[in-house]
């Protein structure tokens, strides 16, 4: 605990720290950090991460699944997102009262499924009433063989708290933690759970899944206009797909291609682990050989090589829907592992990070055009060349074209201006304060080791990142604001009301 509140300490003192600021006073913490994380892989060629912390009986564990949207097939959009969901249900041995009578009923829905399909393209309405009604007696059958969410009362009997998980277009992350006396039950949870996944209740979390989508994009006029956005900015890269899928994808969705994705993609060399809290490593990696050394060497996933080409003009989308206007710009960058990444994490905080910010300032307070206005880089992912965005909502009385003019104002700055020492190292300590209380959480810091191994190659790169922020000058900022935000490479949203 003493050293928990040491690192809140030097947070806040980096928070007030005076415009010369570095990272000398935390690089210790960080190195002593670095020296508690051990590392091993398997025969399989899963890895393991794990950072010895003591300072309270906690454990907190993500498991890291280098798959996202990206990683669909044509046509079978959202199956990333519709796993994830399923892991939640359980094996053969939890979430089932009897796996060996649920089984051969989980076979029948499936092909009831595939023959209600067949019967919707050949147009034989009569037949298709009759194989719905097979299909609904089956699901109330399966539904009689099922424990709902025992893979949560489990956990949560057990102690466990936030248990969850995320899909992105680069990833799926699992995660939650438990006291430092469960890490066994863990080990046993987690490798079963990806060892031997039923994936029962599919049609049923069908369901839920649209609501989802429906909820977040087709009832959200925000929500399209995203979605349109990123259709008109990439052309050929899967970045251009939503990571819920597209409904018409959604509905043909059968249980055998969530069983393909989840065999293509969760092998074990495709796996991170990241421990962090109050463990043995040894004890970890003792643990980890029973339990997850018990999958099978599989072949690695295919690599996405699709590569998006340079845009050559500026693009457009504009849609009017029942909202208030909305303005929306974004311009393509390179990924994560480029060496200006830095530099565009500091140009987006200078134009967009909290109320001192360029847009702010200029948008919201001093023109009083927009009520608010915010950007970020990396979207709608960063593994792959990606974007860096920039929007607006528009006060009442105004309009998107006054958004954009002043928008454009505040880039132009960045291209002929050199940004301030001051202002630079402002946004600078911002930065670093940032990842730091990103660090100072277990979950936190399981989530960024396991992402920097997967997308870096490395975990230690994180612990690189207060350097490589630091190392951004004024000239950097303003030689890719130079090349990056230029018209040829830009796409426009506009969300109008109609």
């Not at 009604?133 to 059958?141: D, E, S």
């Amino acid at each position: 605990m003493v050293k928990k509140i040491l690192l809140l300490l030097l947070i806040w003192s980096l928070l007030l720290a005076p415009a010369t600021a570095d990272t000398s006073s935390i690089q210790p913490y960080l190195d002593r950090v670095q020296e508690r994380i051990k590392e091993f892989s398997l025969d399989n060629g899963m890895k393991f991460i794990v950072l010895e912390d003591h300072q309270a009986p906690l454990i907190s564990f993500v498991t890291y699944a280098d798959v996202g949207s990206v990683d669909e097939p044509e046509g079978k959009t959202g199956v990333a997102h519709f796993l994830e969901h399923l892991a939640f249900k359980g094996t053969q041995h939890i979430g089932t009262t009897n796996y060996r009578k649920e089984k051969p009923v989980l076979k029948s829905l499936d092909r009831l499924f595939d023959k209600i399909q067949a019967a919707k393209a050949a147009g034989k309405p009569q037949n298709l009433a009759k194989l719905e009604r097979k299909f609904n007696q089956k699901l109330a059958q399966a539904s009689k063989y099922v424990q709902q969410n025992q893979f949560g009362r489990i956990v949560e009997t057990a102690g466990g708290v936030n248990l969850n998980a995320a899909t992105s277009t680069d990833y799926t992350i699992y995660f939650y933690s438990f006291p430092a006396n469960k890490l066994e039950l863990w080990m046993s949870l987690e490798s079963e759970r990806f060892l031997e996944p039923v994936f029962r209740e599919f049609y049923q979390e069908k369901d839920v899944i649209l609501e989802e989508r429906q909820l977040r994009t087709d009832n959200s006029p925000i929500g399209k206009m995203i979605e349109e956005f990123l259709n008109t900015a990439f052309t050929t890269h899967p970045y251009k797909r939503p990571t819920i899928g597209y409904e018409e994808d959604i509905r043909k969705l059968t249980r055998e291609d969530i069983k393909q994705f989840f065999a293509t993609y969760y092998v074990p060399s495709n796996l991170t682990i990241a421990i962090v809290g109050d463990v043995d490593p040894t004890e970890v990696e003792k643990l980890a050989e029973i339990y997850f050394g018990r999958y099978s060497k599989k072949p690695a996933p295919p690599k996405i090589t699709i590569i998006e080409p340079p845009q050559q003009e500026t693009k457009e989308i504009t849609l009017q829907l029942p909202t208030q206007p909305w303005y929306l710009e974004g311009y393509h960058r390179p990924n994560l592992n480029h060496p200006d990444n830095p530099v565009y994490q500091i140009i987006s905080r200078i134009l967009s990070d909290g109320r001192t910010s360029r847009l702010y300032q200029s948008l919201v307070e001093e023109k009083q055009i927009a009520l608010n206005a915010q950007g970020f880089s990396g979207f709608p992912g960063d593994k792959y060349p990606n974007l860096v965005v920039f929007y607006a909502l528009t006060a009442p009385g105004h309009t998107v074209e006054e958004i954009r003019a002043a928008l454009d104002t505040e880039i132009e700055r960045l291209k002929t201006e050199l940004v301030t020492d001051q202002e630079l190292e402002r946004v600078k300590t911002q930065a670093r304060a940032d990842l730091l209380r990103t660090l100072n959480s277990n979950i936190g810091m399981a989530r960024l080791l396991t992402e920097y191994q997967a997308k870096t190659g490395n975990w230690r790169n994180l612990f690189k990142e207060l350097d490589r922020l630091s190392f951004v000058s004024a000239q950097d900022i303003q030689r890719v604001a130079q090349n990056t935000f230029v018209p040829q490479n830009s796409t426009i949203g506009r969300l109008l009301p109609n």
